[in-house]
T-cell receptor, first 116, second 114 residues
Framework: AQSVTQLDSQVPVFEEAPVELRCNYSSSVSVYLFWYVQYPNQGLQLLLKYLSGSTLVKGINGFEAEFNKSQTSFHLRKPSVHISDTAEYFCAVSDYSQGGSEKLVFGKGTKLTVNP | NAGVMQNPRHLVRRRGQEARLRCSPVKGHSHVYWYRQLPEEGLKFMVYLQKENIIDESGMPKERFSAEFPKEGPSILRIQQVVRGDSAAYFC????????????FGPGTRLTVL
């Protein structure tokens, strides 16, 4: 069974500092990988996704993530955060071997708090 | 373009009552997923439906929970005889008919069981 581990439940940072949110996954097959962001009392918004090709993926709001197959990781980074980036971030994996759109397996989330 | 719509956004029920959660997917999307988010937890898959078919219900509790996605109208997640442990946020996601990897999420329904 697939699983996703987000190593940090909470990450506090100061505004304009860099941030990395860590995500490791386990899967017996090749996967698609996703990062979603959830603002308070809202639904999930897709930040970026890795399907194939370049291991460095750029997303919205200045975020990027790097797929590392040997380390089974997909860490999310931003070089300079803003107050508005305060939210909860979820890493997710799907099993594309079954074809088409399949269920997502989510990590428990990382709460990013950006302080002035 | 309207995104995924869910209603109600907030639902309060007393123990033993029924809860009905509705999800209207993005226009043209025929795949619907339901997820549940318990407090301090990530989202857990419940069920995957296509029009008039349940494709994968491996995440659904065996009792009291059911889901449908009729030919016309929204998808419905139904919880009978709710208990306090059902209190959670329920999210619906949809994806298009042609195979795709991205699921688009609705704003969720927050169910509170008193």
């Amino acid at each position: 069974a697939q699983s996703v581990t987000q190593l940090d439940s909470q990450v506090p940072v100061f505004e304009e500092a860099p941030v990395e949110l860590r995500c490791n996954y386990s899967s017996s097959v090749s996967v698609y990988l996703f990062w979603y962001v959830q603002y308070p009392n809202q639904g999930l918004q897709l930040l970026l996704k890795y399907l194939s090709g370049s291991t460095l993926v750029k997303g919205i709001n200045g975020f990027e993530a790097e797929f590392n197959k040997s380390q089974t990781s997909f860490h999310l980074r931003k070089p300079s955060v803003h107050i508005s980036d305060t939210a909860e971030y979820f890493c997710a994996v799907s099993d594309y071997s079954q074809g088409g759109s399949e269920k997502l397996v989510f990590g428990k989330g990382t709460k990013l708090t950006v302080n002035p | 373009n309207a995104g995924v719509m869910q209603n109600p956004r907030h639902l309060v029920r007393r123990r033993g009552q029924e809860a009905r959660l509705r999800c209207s997917p993005v226009k043209g999307h025929s795949h619907v997923y339901w997820y549940r988010q318990l407090p301090e937890e990530g989202l857990k898959f419940m069920v995957y439906l296509q029009k008039e078919n349940i494709i994968d219900e491996s995440g659904m509790p065996k009792e009291r929970f059911s889901a449908e996605f009729p030919k016309e109208g929204p998808s419905i997640l139904r919880i009978q005889q709710v208990v306090r442990g059902d209190s959670a946020a329920y999210f619906c996601a949809s994806s298009p008919l042609v195979g795709t990897d991205t699921q688009y999420f609705g704003p969720g329904t927050r169910l509170t069981v008193l």
